[in-house]
């Protein structure tokens, strides 16, 4: 109803139908997370859901590399990558991309009454006339043809009295593409017509499969259109190979590695912390055989070699995104010519609001009181004094910690004075952080916000950070409406985050398989997390946000003997699985911690601004598995509602 | 052009009807009546087979009993008691009645599940000596319900010679009751399909043979933020023409849904208000005619585009979704679904004071009246 729209909310790549505004809205530093060699063998790509693997695959696809190559001023970062990769140049399109989704129908197929053999053949089959078909179309469009009605021009070449080639082409329909879709449409009609049977007269009959991915082969020897040959390499990308069942998953990914095909070929799925996902060797040599990219992995620590993607790249990335998405509706609706995430106040000392000097001093009278009049803390009390506004709070809460830490320190003969550079030694980035944090908790501050929050809460997930920058944007619509300035004091940026935070917590069990468990999961971990952070020295700064297991006992919980023999292991099984697909916990598997080996399970970030935790990695506390399935063990979680905080606009 | 159901049958239980009427109508005493149901947690479960029994007993009746795949470990406690005390209520009802149990199957997609149902149920000898089925959605799924009531349709509609012709009565039950409705919550909710029996008016070849424009008309109801969300994903429809109760009982359950519902409709799937259909929330046949309406406006309007497909889906009241059921049987229209995996009703409600709103629905679908 609302007469503006909200450029974040439009959010996946398979909702934003328009080419042209998709690739708008792509940050091309995006694509260096791919490797260089993608082209000759099997690329697979694996993340969390929302992570852009399929946003990644769409740049490369006919219709986004023509508009690229078309429109290059709109889009010359893009051209440029793509440029250097040989995909596009002013006057050719190179590669000839088609998007298959493994979502529909295959895994179905399994559930129809035929052997296992039957079964992936027919497989096989469908696969097969939808790359072809994706492949016609793609060819036509390319080359300004229409679909279907120039589907004749359109012709596979082969090397004559090639008989595989013979056989091959015998199979999909023949060469041409009139007898290619009307093989593809027969194959639909088949198989749909058992998938839909109702009656059980109507389940005679499944049609013939095929033996191997014939498309693959076929495409590798060329395209023609008309009388011409097309100069571009067939590029095939799977998308959504989780939907697959595991034996189809197995067969597929063995066509796709063989590196006699000349077609280029993608495979993108849903990283799964607890499957053998990772036991690759069936693929032979990884580097020569495949290539495998773990997106959520590459955007937090950068790209293997370091180079073409650096750490901390993502973050650029995002905001790169969140530029181009809101640009053209902030300055149609309010004139802005600032960037969106420079509307968000990031003013630190906008913290504290009215209650700065006060804060201070009992701050000051706490840690008076704890240094006792010790002369030793002297020096870092008179440092504290001369500081002001939010630093002041910050530092005295530091300075706090720091005292506790000091004080459990086995005392020396003589006792000094402790310096300020000492002070500033023994504290770093993670303890002041912690302090802020602990400051706003405490005294019910403002504390999340500012636009490098905002990145940080997106888990270095895109469909989390649109979210987020949508929330915030509507927010922003509010003042548009009044006719003022779209620019959000940090007050409201925490309420807004706080509400997501809220959101995200309260969707689980509505949105994610065995949710109540996943629930018990993430408030065990909290738990851990706000038991350390009370502590007084601040042992874990900036404090806890996840928990680890040993691989040996994650090894144990992926065996089903054990889990059918130790109760609660099923469950908490499911409920690991289902978090991590869901990305609400990351997994980091093989984090080595003296001489130790973990599975180490963080939370996303977007769930610690509701429980008050901080957003910076590295702090976790180890469980063993038995103290794990435990918690699941227990009554189910119950989501406690927060109160919704409402506050008055002045108007 | 006139629609098979334009001249409706239907019963609604109130002070001086009831829809034993109808049952007795369709009772052929040399022949079985079969009462095709579920029982899980819903309340609603029970109560027309309970006044069934209670008031007119058909005699040859035989319960076919659908089993439910059961809750996850980790589901609503409360919930799960409610499915054990209906199982056991639905134990003693049936102590003297023959029941014929159909174990849920083993599927690989749980979409599957219901067109396997649907199979077993019109094989030809489970339905040789009946000539009378009556379909109570009050406790089923729409997963499930959708493709066992369009399979009993397509039996019902094949040539007399047909060896899976269904020469029987077909009618449907469900008990309505709208606030049980909005307290029912979905868990779980994470991928939306094509109903079972529907594939092929999705994908007419879409994928292989190109696609036109998608068109989803949602029948909302509380509590389907996440459903809406999924099939939406799913769908990726061009256009979203959302139906809403009106005329309801409650005479503002539109405009709540709304405001429930204000960031999927109005940001997320960019809805315009001139597009909201309006249906009735107590007459399925009232929506059945709406939607064929609106599947021909949209097809007269994009003609020169390629083909049009009007997508449905069923987030409201169980008789909302008979309404949908169908306009899509007769439109050969597909319906989207986004299956819950565990459900959660609001403890807070007093189920009792609740029940009293619950009103027997009966509608004759196939036999007698129509030919």
Redesign the interface.
């Known amino acids: ?2 007469v503006y ?2 450029p974040f ?2 959010r ?1 790549s ?2 934003m ?1 328009e080419v042209s505004q998709y690739v708008q809205t792509f940050g091309a530093g995006a694509l260096d997370m791919l490797p260089d060699q993608v082209w000759d063998r099997l690329l697979i790509l694996r993340s969390s859901p929302g992570a852009g693997k399929t946003s990644l695959m769409r740049m490369f696809a006919v219709d986004s590399l023509n508009w690229v190559r078309t429109n290059v001023k709109t889009t010359e970062p893009i051209f440029k990558e793509l440029s250097e990769r040989g995909v596009i140049d002013a006057n050719h399109v190179h590669k000839l991309g088609v998007m298959i989704n493994l979502d ?2 295959y ?2 197929l ?2 129809l009454p035929l052997s296992k053999e039957i079964g992936d053949r027919l497989f096989l089959r469908l696969l097969d ?2 790359i072809l ?1 994706a492949m016609v ?1 793609a060819a036509l469009r390319l080359t300004g043809r229409r ?2 009605d120039d589907v004749d021009e359109f012709q596979l070449l082969g090397s004559p009295g090639d008989p595989y080639v013979d056989a091959a082409l015998e199979r999909v329909g023949g060469p041409g593409g009139v007898g290619i ?1 009307a093989y ?2 027969e ?3 088949e198989v ?2 058992l ?7 109507d ?1 005679k009959g499944a049609p013939e499969g095929h033996s191997e991915l014939y498309s693959l082969q076929l495409l590798s020897k060329g395209i023609a259109i008309g009388s011409e040959q097309l100069n571009a390499q067939a590029l095939v990308m799977f998308d959504d190979g989780h939907k697959l ?1 595991s034996t189809q998953r197995a067969l597929i990914l063995d066509h796709l590695r063989r590196r006699d095909v000349g077609t280029a070929r993608w495979y993108a799925e849903r990283f799964e912390a607890l499957s053998d996902q990772e036991l690759l060797s069936s693929l032979g040599e990884a580097g020569r055989d495949h290539v495998l990219v773990n997106l959520d992995d590459v955007a937090r620590n950068g790209s293997p070699d370091s180079r073409r993607f650096q750490r901390g790249r993502h973050d650029r990335v995002l905001e790169d995104i969140a530029r181009r998405r809101a640009t053209r509706q902030l300055a149609s609706y309010a004139d802005e010519t600032q960037d969106f995430l420079a509307l968000l106040e990031d003013d630190t000392d906008a913290m504290l609001g009215d209650e700065g000097e006060d804060l201070v001093q009992r701050l000051h009278a706490r840690v008076e009181r704890l240094s006792d009049d010790n002369p030793r803390y002297a020096a870092w009390i008179a440092d504290c004094r001369d500081r002001t506004g939010w630093d002041a709070v910050v530092r005295w809460r530091e300075i706090e910690v720091l005292i506790n830490r000091d004080r459990n320190r086995q005392p020396s003969l003589f006792e000094e004075q402790l310096s300020t550079a000492e002070a500033d030694a023994r504290s770093n980035t993670s303890i002041r952080e912690g302090a802020a944090l602990a400051v706003a908790k405490e005294f019910d501050l403002p504390y999340y916000g500012g636009s490098s929050t905002v990145v940080r809460l997106a888990s270095h997930n895109v469909e989390q950070f649109l979210n987020l920058c ?1 929330d915030l944007f ?1 927010e922003m619509l509010v003042d548009i409406s009044l006719g003022r300035r779209p620019y959000l004091q940090l007050r409201r940026q925490h309420r807004v985050i706080r509400d997501a935070s809220e959101r995200f917590w309260e ?1 689980i ?9 996943v629930q ?1 999961l993430v408030s065990e971990i909290v738990r851990i997390a706000q038991k350390e952070d009370a502590k007084p020295t601040m042992p874990y700064p900036p404090g806890v946000t996840g928990t680890a297991i040993l691989m040996g006992e994650r090894a144990r919980l992926l065996q089903p003997e054990y889990r059918e023999r130790t109760p609660g292991a ?2 908490l099984f ?2 690991l699985a289902s978090a991590v697909a ?1 990305n609400i916990i990351t997994a980091e598997l093989d984090y080595s911690v003296k001489g130790n080996r973990y599975m180490v399970l963080y939370l996303n970030r977007l769930l610690c601004p509701r429980f008050y935790l901080p957003l910076g990695y590295g702090s976790f506390r180890e469980r063993r598995l038995s103290e794990m399935i435990g918690w ?1 063990q227990r ?2 979680a119950h989501g406690a509602v927060r109160p919704a905080q409402t506050e008055q606009l002045p108007v | 052009m006139k629609g098979r159901w334009d001249d409706y049958v239907m019963a609604i239980e109130s002070h001086d009807a009831s829809p034993t009427e109808l049952w007795d109508a369709a009772c052929d005493p040399a022949l079985s009546t079969l009462w095709i149901m579920g029982v899980g947690f819903d309340p609603r479960g029970l109560v027309g087979v309970q006044q069934l029994m209670s008031v007119t007993s058909p005699p040859r009746l035989e319960i076919c009993l659908l089993e439910l795949p059961p809750p996850s470990a980790g589901s609503d406690p409360a919930t799960r008691t409610m499915a054990t005390d209906n199982a056991e209520m639905f134990r003693q009802l049936t102590e003297h009645t023959t029941v014929r149990s159909l174990p849920y199957p083993s599927v690989h997609e749980p979409i599957n599940a219901g067109p396997q149902i649907a199979r077993d149920i019109t094989d030809p000898s489970f339905l040789s000596d009946v000539g009378h089925v009556i379909v109570d959605i009050s406790s089923l799924p729409s997963t499930v319900y959708f493709p066992v009531i369009t399979s009993l349709l397509r039996a019902a509609d094949l040539p007399v010679d047909h060896p899976a012709h269904f020469r029987g009565e077909l009618q449907v039950v469900a008990c309505e009751n709208p606030a049980i409705d909005a307290a029912i919550t979905e868990q779980g909710v994470d991928a939306a399909a094509v109903v079972g029996g529907f594939r092929s008016a999705f994908d007419k070849g879409a994928q292989a043979a190109g696609s036109g424009t998608t068109i989803w008309a949602p029948t909302i109801g509380e509590n389907c933020g996440p459903s809406l969300q999924a099939i939406h994903a799913f769908l990726d429809p061009d256009d979203t023409t959302p139906v809403l109760p009106f005329p309801a009982r409650h005479p503002r359950r539109a405009d709540q849904l709304i405001l429930e519902h204000q960031l999927e409709l109005f940001e997320l799937f960019q809805v315009t208000t001139t597009n909201i259909i309006y249906a009735d929330e107590g007459n399925p046949f009232d929506l059945y005619r709406t939607l064929r309406r609106v599947k021909r406006d949209y097809e007269h309007a994009l003609a020169p585009l390629p083909p049009t497909t009007l997508a449905l889906s069923a987030h409201s009241s169980k008789l909302l979704s008979l309404g949908v059921l169908l306009a899509a049987y007769e439109e050969g229209l597909p319906i989207v679904a986004a299956p819950a995996r565990d459900y959660t009703i609001d403890s807070a409600i007093d189920l009792d004071e609740v029940s009293r709103g619950n009103r027997v629905v009966c509608t004759w679908l196939a036999g007698e009246p129509f030919s």
């Open positions: 109803m609302s729209v909200n909310y439009a996946s398979e909702q139908s529909r129908d895994r179905s399994l559930d006339v939808r078909v179309r679909y279907p879709l593809a449409r194959t639909e009609h749909l017509r998938l839909d049977a109702l009656l059980s007269t389940m069942a949508g509507a969707a069990p509505r949105t994610v398989h065995h949710g109540r468990d018990s099923e469950r499911n409920a869901h699941v009554l189910p």
